[in-house]
T-cell receptor
Framework: AQKITQTQPGMFVQEKEAVTLDCTYD???????LFWYKQPSSGEMIFLIY??????QNATEGRYSLNFQKARKSANLVISASQLGDSAMYFC???????????????FGSGTQLTVLP | DTEVTQTPKHLVMGMTNKKSLKCEQH?????MYWYKQKAKKPPELMFV???????INESVPSRFSPECPNSSLLNLHLHALQPEDSALYLC??????????????FGPGTRLLVL
């Protein structure tokens, strides 16, 4: 079975500072993918960044980077230079096992509510 | 373009009503998903369509009925819902299997209130 754990229900960060959101995972599948999504209060789930289990380098997308430590089974999201618009719920997710065709399930963590303070 | 659209944005319905949620994508994605999300919780998978065929049904009550008329369109038909079905309903799509192609792109959701 797969499991994603986010241990920080809520986080606060000062505007322009960096923040790290924690995510640990457990899987017996040697090939897996990890995703981070942002969900503002409006409700839409916004894809931020992807890390494959065989990727040699940590993924980066603009101000977002993923600190991937395979041996520790962690995939922490780092947001640099926080902005007020970064205030949202953040979900870590893992690609599930093959179901059929082109479809894969996602296993989500419980989420971290980030608040950026002015 | 990574846009998934959903209509309506908001829906209020009585327990005897029949309504439908609509989801559309024009990215050539071959898999489409319905999720239900309660406040402050992660999304829960309801249904998955792969190549227009239902491939996953997560033991969802029969008052929810999915339909995939073509590769770009996904509907969720609602009938005789209960107040506990009130939630945000999210649609998502993904291109295929293998690495970043499995990324699911979500629509803005439909906020459903059942009275």
């Amino acid at each position: 079975a797969q499991k994603i754990t986010q241990t920080q229900p809520g986080m606060f960060v000062q505007e322009k500072e960096a923040v790290t959101l924690d995510c640990t995972y457990d899987t017996s599948d040697p090939s897996y993918g990890l995703f981070w999504y942002k969900q503002p209060s409006s409700g839409e789930m916004i894809f931020l960044i992807y890390q494959g289990s065989y990727d040699q380098q940590n993924a980066t997308e603009g101000r977002y980077s993923l600190n991937f430590q395979k041996a520790r089974k962690s995939a922490n999201l780092v947001i640099s230079a926080s902005q007020l618009g970064d205030s949202a719920m953040y979900f870590c997710a893992m690609r599930g096992f093959i179901s059929s065709g082109s479809a894969r399930q996602l296993t989500f963590g419980s989420g971290t509510q980030l608040t950026v303070l002015p | 373009d990574t846009e998934v659209t959903q209509t309506p944005k908001h829906l209020v319905m009585g327990m005897t009503n029949k309504k439908s949620l609509k989801c559309e994508q024009h990215m050539g994605h071959r898999a489409m998903y319905w999720y239900k999300q309660k406040a402050k919780k992660p999304p829960e998978l309801m249904f998955v369509y792969s190549y227009e065929k239902l491939s996953i049904n997560e033991s969802v009550p029969s008052r929810f009925s999915p339909e995939c008329p073509n590769s770009s369109l996904l509907n969720l038909h609602l009938h005789a819902l209960q107040p506990e079905d009130s939630a945000l309903y999210l649609c998502a799509s993904s291109l295929g299997t293998g690495g970043v192609q499995e990324t699911q792109y979500f629509g803005p959701g439909t906020r459903l209130l059942v009275l």
